[in-house]
């Protein structure tokens, strides 16, 4: 069949075409496959084509029928249907009908449905296959409310789980891919997060790439991969690998066309560009509006409230007056107390029926009478008093507090324990039976316990046996709680009191009769104690209000330890002779329909229930046709105050109302732990109109505003009164925050009751029982309201027409954001609404805020069913968002969906909150699919910088420096003044100095090199060193033909044979360039490097050993390189004995020495020239600096190849004439000791290493430290131990180095750093004389501003930084202004630039760009320099500060201080940062991050964390990480990737390779853990 063209698709009926653009929606939004699609759509465009020869009629036809009627709500294929017929009919949807509300359903789907019109695409999480496979799903056991029935689940399952990795691997990339295409216009770098300016969007990806090298004057890429290797935790040996085609020097424009087809090779269609080529289009929506952002203060930012919306509405009613309840009827035979009630049945009635409970069938299995529960309770009091201790030394007396533990199944024992306990006069505290040591939110039980005294806990004997025990038989000690004695209650135990014993029954008075747990939304427990007279008063109060008379029937379901279960089926129970059949939660599990057979066979007056009752009997009620519900006169729903309760109750009715059920028996009421029954519906007249329901506007509610809901019926919620105040009680609503003032009547706030029927006190607790229980409410002008106090019943809510009470929420539920009000519970059901059967389980849902950045943000964990796959699971997701956003318009900062059965529960099932928030912010929550949204929801960001003008000339002329006290420089000490002995003048050059010392002192030993086991495996003397050298030097001459000038590769492991080849180099006048060798595990990733730098340095020759000439011309090599090419390789092992005919001797001192070659952290690979007068003023300023002489040893654990590293390796020696041990530092991969060993062994006093060996020897040695003690290790030897660096001192590290060996004998003042870069290899360098390093701490903000303020230590946000060493002697620094060059105070930040003989003459590069060496190495300052200094530009930002030390000079000393790479630092809503701040706080937020980085990708921050823990903590991660980001440098993270240990690179300096990592990330070649794409 021919496509219609477009033409004639316009033409299709109205109906067909929204079909074809929900089905266009349906692939887009991948809920179908392609394949699906396009059958569909077929199906949908079969009637419309021209009828072809042989087509079927029939199936044409049947095409037709299938259409859904065009007036059918356009609802998104998942949502299969929105009736609840179809539902209930489905087996998978077993009991979770609980919270939905039809009202709410069809909102959320209609809000999707207009969601839907503004196409959106949300990158999905990328996520690596093998993480988080559930064990097979049948495995799984469903949480407790869970529902899906198992039958057709287990073959739906294996199904679903082959399918899911085909098609994830394939529909995700579909739908993906359709969106980006689909997606009206691509950005550039514009989005959300720039800077506001737009910058006009481009049309293709390509553009996208081609504009993301960030352009500054950048150098080189040290593109470090790493091999990967076998041990995953190791961190595989540092490679430098070749940049990907870039070299110094290339004209700006020369490589752009190259690139316009990736970004920086990496091909466009990558999945991860697509991704985040996504992640840009939907930060590009509009945000909501946005909130007043803060003002900016030049130096700090402000963070303030965000002011109100002026639009908002307000309340504007009158002040509402207190509402009483009817006076509470004085009955003539009331008891004085409510024991003696029990007294009174107990004698007179003994043979009636009090309790009966059910066995787990749901069968009667005992009943207790009321004699039965009069004479065991007298028994335990007895025995309670009297036979606990000794006559003298009772255990309990009147007024002490006793633990109950029973069991939920139960009620008998728990119910004459309690009355026991009030006959006795001790006060009992019903807690939950504790499951094993460490329960959740057990360990605030333990504190209740401990705060009201507890030594003594009374439990049944089978409950005994299964309380957990240790080895020795004894119960554990639980987390937290006091130390218990455990007294078992059953008849058998106890002793019968004498005759003469009475227990003594006063009239109800203060004191208390029991105390009732309850936990707050922080998770701590508190004990509300309700006085004897409080107990009495309340049972009356609900006698009256439900009319309870003498032998009714009434079945609890509710829990009978606590609220209303305890209130009505134990207490008023008693007081009215009633006959409670208690069903327990266990038989509710098995047989949800118990609690309406039992109502049916017991023809009881009266139920209570929760809305799960309701739900459980709708789902199993077609098991059962014979019940009848007409004996009820009241079904008392005390969830009434629930949002979701009202769809409840109407269901309910609905299918119940043919079995007899009346209208108005459903009587929904209101409690709370403080304040006990607030309101109750009276039971109705029959035929009497039910009461009406109040619409309210969800946008009204979250400003506290009562607004009957009439423009947008989706953001509406319908709730149902719940009755009237309670007999002899009185209501105000107060403002839920600040002073307890009235609210006006259209206003919501806290119900607030006084009565004598409520909480007296948190047992303990004084300071918050007087803000709970002794509120005085006030009226606007202040005057108190009443003369009694008022209980805060922890309720919203307010009071509607005829005083009925009506509650839209809980206080602990209240999520306050951006100053609007939103009620957990309505979250829940929203999320609830859109259709999630498939995805996760109804009931297990978590809401909470968590406060993050100076605002409380919303954060929802839902727990999925083991059978969803990722599809559905972001689909339901992203459609979650939506409606939240839509219909309560607020964002979710996080969604988060855990495997079935993991959130923490309460005993009875449900999710303990505060222990899942808990686990949240420790990153303990294990989630296996999350969703962040810091973007939208995050609206109260600083605003971004505009940069200030810089200090202009004039200025400084005036004199007034902007800020600072003085210009910003600094210099060692000067050359001129330092006597030198006659060796400078007489030798100029490095060759003639070590041919005078092979003739002065022949047999001096220079070099020793030792191996892994600490011996000597070769050693050099002066004489030895010179004679090596001229044989190669002979060599090149006759072998490589070579020309003086020619450039020469050295290729050698880290040794000798390397310093004699670099002299036989300098003998016949070529010019050496050491090179690192080749890996050969990993030569494909080490030799493209080494080939890079034999081009780029235009190499006329190789030196190398012959293991290394093979390795060279191997095949493997051949694979990664074109060996063929190589310029002559001549190995230097067996060299003849052949003298050199005469020395060359450079003309110039300007003539090149040598070229130092080395790959930057951002990748680019830069070669410098250093010409024969800088080598030899470096080896001066060094040997001046550390006072280096012939007679001194020095040990070396360093890198040999480039910068200092190979300074100290190669040249001091020959020119200061001390012994350089030599430690290759991949020796100490196999000996850890060896450094220090050696250190200690040869007495050295000055060492010199890399951070990389700092950190094994830190990371390896750190709990060794008293066996190197016993080998007789000794560090107090050691005057200077110097890192030898290109970046900011990592003070953490030094500092731990010199705590850790301390021990044995290392001074903390011998650690110190050096500082060098490409420009100049040596600027800074400790020394052994002048002051000690120092440290200061500086303001992280102002930092981000380019500014320096010092700080205390301590200070929130406050960073250490330490002096990078003393600044050698010759050598000038200056604080510059990178933008304008001009010269800045000392207290900002700006670029060092450096004056000194030993600079590099320039870079080494292919196209000899002249404008780029001017404005590196000769560069001056734009104004302010009398002199005209030709300065080089370090590439790096620090500043100088002015110390109180004396420096040699005896002036005070000036300290440099380094903080980070100009070329490395992110700029992000006009703020400088350095990706080493971020990547500390993110290394600081969870214990199994081992590494991480930074970069930025078209203004997203990307954060790569290494994750060194188990895989399920991968996804824990990414809201920690995003947390800190936000709270410590407000920036929002665009993406996380978590990947193994080890991916991310690391150069041989210890330097992360972040370029590298960026441009493997666009590529697609990390296999990470798992990629969020915050939205």
Sequence with gaps: MAEPAAASVSSLPREVREQLAELELELSEGDITQKGYEKKRAKLLAPYLPQTQGADPASQKESRTQMPAPSAAPSSASSASSSSKFHRARSGGARDERYRSDIHTEAVQAALAKHKEQKMALPMPTKRRSTFVQSPADACTPPDTSSASEDEGSLRRQAALSAALHQSLQNAE?????????????????????????????????????????????????????????????????????????????????????????ADGVPVSSRVSTKIQQLLNTLKRPKRPPLKEFFVDDFEEIVEVPQPDPNQPKPEGRQMTPVKGEPLGVVCNWPPALEAALQRWGTTQAKCPCLTALDVTGKPVYTLTYGKLWSRSLKLAYTLLNKLGTKNEPVLRPGDRVALVYPNNDPVMFMVAFYGCLLAEVIPVPIEVPLTRKDAGGQQIGFLLGSCGIALALTTEVCLKGLPKTQNGEIVQFKGWPRLKWVVTDSKYLSKSPKDWQPNISAAGPEPAYIEYKTSKEGS??????????????????????????GETIVNVLDFKKDAGLWHGILTNVMNK????????????????????????????????????????????????????????????TDGANPWSVSSCDAFLSLFQSHGLKPEAICPCATSPEAMTIAIRRPGVPGAPLPGRAILSMQGLSFGVIRVNNEDKNSALTVQDVGHVMPGGMMCIVKPDGAPQLCKTDEIGEICVSSRAGG??????????????????VTAAGSPVAEVPFVRSGLLGFVGPGSLVFVVGKMDGLLTVSGRRHNADDIVATGLAVESIKTVYRGRIAVFSVSVFYDERIVVVAEQRPDASEEDSFQWMSRVLQAIDSIHQVGVYCLALVPANTLPKTPLGGIHISQTKQHFLEGSLHPCNILMCPHTCVTNLPKPRQKQPGVGPASVMVGNLVAGKRIAQASGRDLGQLEDNDLVKKHQFLTE?????????????????????????????????????????????????????????????????LITAFYGCLYAGCVPVTVRPPHAQSLSATLPTVRMIVEVSKAACILTTQTLMRLL????????VDVKTWPTIIDTDDLPRKRLAQLYKPPTPEMLAYLDFSVSTTGML??????????????????????????????????????????????????????????????????????????????????FCSYSVMELCTKGLGNQVEMLKARGINLSCVRTCVVVAE???????????SKLFKDLGLSPRAVSTTFGSRVNVAICLQGTSGPDPTTVYVDLKSLRHDRVRLVERGAPQSLLLSESGKILPGVKVVIVNPETKGPLGDSHLGEIWVNSPHTASGYYTIYDSESLQADHFNTRLSFGDAAQTLWARTGYLGFVRRTELTAASGERHDALYVVGALDETLELRGLRYHPIDIETSVSRTHRSIAECAVFTWTNLLVVVVELCGCEQEALDLVPLVTNVVLEEHYLIVGVVVVVDPGVIPINSRGEKQRMHLRDSFLADQLDPIYVAYNM
């Excluded at 047989?591 to 229930?609: I, T, Y």
């Excluded at 970046?1287 to 180095?1297: I, Q």
Aim: hydrophobic share 40%.
């Design 174 to 262: 579909s739908w993906i891919n359709r969106s980006v295409q689909g997606s009206s216009t691509s950005s550039s770098a514009s989005s959300t997060l720039s800077h506001g300016e737009g910058k006009g969007t481009s049309g293709s990806l390509a553009d996208v790439f081609a504009n993301t090298r960030i352009e500054n004057f950048s150098v080189p890429p040290d593109v470090t991969a790493t091999t990967s290797s076998s041990s995953s935790s190791a961190r595989p040996a540092a490679v430098d690998l070749p940049p990907s085609g870039i070299v110094k020097g290339m004209h700006k424009g020369s490589n752009r066309s190259s690139l316009m087809d990736t």
């Design 525 to 550: 427990v508190m004990g509300v104690t309700v006085s004897r007279m409080a107990m009495l008063a309340h049972c009356q109060a609900l006698s009256q209000a439900c009319n309870y008379s003498e």
């Design 578 to 637: 009633l006959h409670t059949i208690s069903v327990p939660y266990s038989v509710m599990k098995t047989c949800p329909l118990s609690w309406v057979q039992r109502v049916h066979a017991h023809k009881a007056k009266v139920a209570l229930v929760k809305c799960r009752d309701l739900h459980w009997a709708m789902m199993a009620h077609r098991d059962q046709r014979d019940v009848s519900l007409s004996s009820l006169r009241m079904l008392v729903v």
């Design 760 to 777: 007296m006190m948190y047992y303990g607790l004084a300071g918050v029982t007087k803000n709970t229980f002794e509120v005085i409410p």
């Design 993 to 1057: 100095v070590l041919q005078w010392r092979a003739q002065a002192t022949p047999d001096h030993p220079l070099f020793l090199l030792l191996n892994a086991k600490g011996t000597t495996v070769c050693t050099a003397t002066c004489l030895q060193l010179h004679k090596k050298a001229e044989r190669i030097a002979s060599v090149l001459c006759d072998k490589g033909h070579l020309n003086a000038g020619d450039n020469v590769v050295l290729l050698y492991p880290p040794g000798i044979e």
């Design 1113 to 1120: 011309k191997s095949r493997e090599a051949a694979a990664a």
């Design 1166 to 1247: 830069t070669g410098v020239k250093m010409s024969h007068a800088a080598v030899s003023g470096l080896c001066r300023a060094i040997k001046l600096q550390c006072e280096l002489y012939s007679s001194r040893q020095i040990a070396i654990c360093l890198d040999p190849y480039c910068g200092l590293g190979f300074v100290l390796w190669c040249l001091c020696s020959v020119y200061s004439g001390h012994q350089s041990i030599l430690i290759p530092p991949m020796e100490l991969e196999s000996n850890l000791f060896l450094w220090l060993s050696t250190v200690s062994q040869y007495k050295i006093r000055d060492t």
């Design 1287 to 1297: 970046e900011r001192p990592r003070v953490s590290l030094t500092h731990s180095f």
